[in-house]
């Protein structure tokens, strides 16, 4: 008897019942929202970054539609790590797998946000190391790969679960970043975040975001998150989530053919419904039916033999 194909993935360690993750921020971090995502398909959520302290976001407005994708630019507000802890012990009490996803410019922040997660009962941690607009964290903190390095350090030895490290193609030095963080002991990488972007409304003459940049997300991001995973993929050993304008089984599919062992879906949630991640998944294993394949690991980098 031939053996059933199978979408479960190993990745980092990390045993998910699918590839499908929810990316970080699309949803917010309410339980309620969590497990209807998850009982939707994912195997696994992501919590809109946190950082120690409770951080106010920006004005409105902070979404814009563009062409071929989204403009956002949140601030990164979010109510702080104890308030994060609260909620993810509750998500964690559902058996719904939860990465906590983290940011700041301190590596003693890191540190004890990670031990408070860890308890909390995060399964993974990735760390935000690539938002595009905001002063002082994000890419601004990814650049520099000696802090990145400092970073991954303080959260490797805080914990013995996974440890993602996200970055973004605006990131000039992204390869450095990715290599700064594989050495400082990074279980894996996950690409794209954002790239900084920018729309003017031409009737008022004003930028249309009131942080005037943002992070774009969506199809027109999709090409160049491939690339960066292909790249990354070259110059790496540890594991890559693909991330980056995922609409379509074809879209997750050609991330795994560029190195990515999973993959996370975002913006797609915000024009279609929670029934888009059994349409991909489904694909994929009509797909993985076709080519013969039984796990998704069989066809993973495949793109780099040719
Ligand atoms: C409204 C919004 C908020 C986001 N907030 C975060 C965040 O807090 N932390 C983070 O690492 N990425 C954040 N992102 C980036 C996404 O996690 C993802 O990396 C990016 O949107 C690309 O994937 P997509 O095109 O499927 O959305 C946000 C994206 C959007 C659209």
């Given at each position: 008897?031939?053996?059933?194909i199978?979408?479960?993935?190993?990745?980092?360690g990390?045993?998910l019942?699918n590839p499908?993750?929810?990316?970080?921020?699309?949803?917010?971090?309410?339980?309620?929202?969590f497990?209807?995502?998850y009982n939707a398909?994912?195997s696994?959520?992501?919590?809109k970054?946190?950082?120690l302290?409770p951080?106010?976001?920006?004005?409105?407005?902070t979404?814009?539609?563009v062409n071929?994708g989204?403009l956002?630019a949140i601030?990164?507000?979010?109510?702080g790590?104890?308030?994060?802890a609260?909620?993810?012990?509750k998500v964690s009490?559902?058996?719904?797998?939860?990465i906590?996803?983290?940011f700041?410019?301190d590596p003693?922040?890191?540190e004890?946000?990670?031990?408070?997660?860890?308890?909390a009962?995060a399964?993974a941690f990735e760390l935000?190391?690539s938002c595009?607009?905001?002063?002082?964290?994000?890419?601004?903190?990814?650049?520099?790969?000696h802090?990145?390095?400092a970073i991954?350090?303080?959260?490797r030895?805080s914990?013995s679960?996974?440890?993602f490290a996200k970055?973004?193609?605006g990131m000039?030095?992204m390869?450095?970043?990715?290599?700064a963080?594989e050495e400082a002991?990074?279980?894996?990488?996950?690409?794209?975040?954002?790239i900084r972007a920018?729309?003017?409304?031409?009737?008022?003459r004003?930028?249309?975001?009131?942080n005037?940049?943002?992070g774009?997300?969506?199809?027109?991001?999709?090409?160049?998150a491939?690339r960066c995973?292909?790249?990354?993929?070259?110059?790496t050993?540890?594991p890559?989530?693909g991330?980056?304008g995922?609409?379509?089984?074809e879209d997750?599919?050609?991330?795994i053919?560029?190195g990515?062992s999973a993959v996370?879906?975002?913006?797609?949630?915000a024009?279609r419904?929670?029934t888009?991640?059994?349409e991909?998944?489904?694909g994929i294993?009509?797909y993985m039916t076709?080519?013969?394949?039984?796990?998704v690991?069989d066809f993973v980098g495949?793109?780099h033999s040719?």
């Amino acid at each position: 008897m031939q053996a059933q194909i199978s979408l479960e993935v190993q990745i980092a360690g990390l045993s998910l019942r699918n590839p499908i993750i929810l990316a970080s921020g699309i949803l917010g971090h309410s339980t309620e929202v969590f497990e209807r995502i998850y009982n939707a398909g994912v195997s696994a959520v992501i919590g809109k970054s946190v950082s120690l302290q409770p951080r106010e976001a920006y004005k409105p407005p902070t979404v814009v539609q563009v062409n071929s994708g989204y403009l956002n630019a949140i601030g990164l507000g979010n109510p702080g790590a104890d308030a994060f802890a609260q909620e993810l012990k509750k998500v964690s009490a559902r058996k719904i797998p939860v990465i906590a996803s983290m940011f700041g410019s301190d590596p003693n922040d890191f540190e004890r946000m990670t031990k408070l997660f860890d308890s909390a009962g995060a399964v993974a941690f990735e760390l935000n190391l690539s938002c595009p607009h905001v002063k002082g964290v994000g890419t601004e903190v990814g650049h520099d790969p000696h802090l990145v390095a400092a970073i991954v350090k303080a959260v490797r030895k805080s914990t013995s679960k996974p440890v993602f490290a996200k970055v973004s193609p605006g990131m000039e030095t992204m390869l450095q970043t990715v290599k700064a963080a594989e050495e400082a002991g990074a279980s894996g990488i996950t690409a794209t975040n954002t790239i900084r972007a920018m729309a003017i409304d031409v009737e008022s003459r004003v930028p249309y975001l009131s942080n005037r940049f943002g992070g774009l997300s969506g199809d027109a991001l999709h090409p160049i998150a491939v690339r960066c995973v292909y790249e990354i993929a070259e110059q790496t050993k540890i594991p890559i989530i693909g991330c980056g304008g995922i609409d379509s089984w074809e879209d997750a599919v050609e991330f795994i053919l560029a190195g990515a062992s999973a993959v996370e879906i975002g913006t797609v949630l915000a024009y279609r419904p929670p029934t888009v991640i059994e349409e991909i998944l489904s694909g994929i294993r009509g797909y993985m039916t076709r080519k013969g394949y039984k796990r998704v690991s069989d066809f993973v980098g495949l793109a780099h033999s040719r």
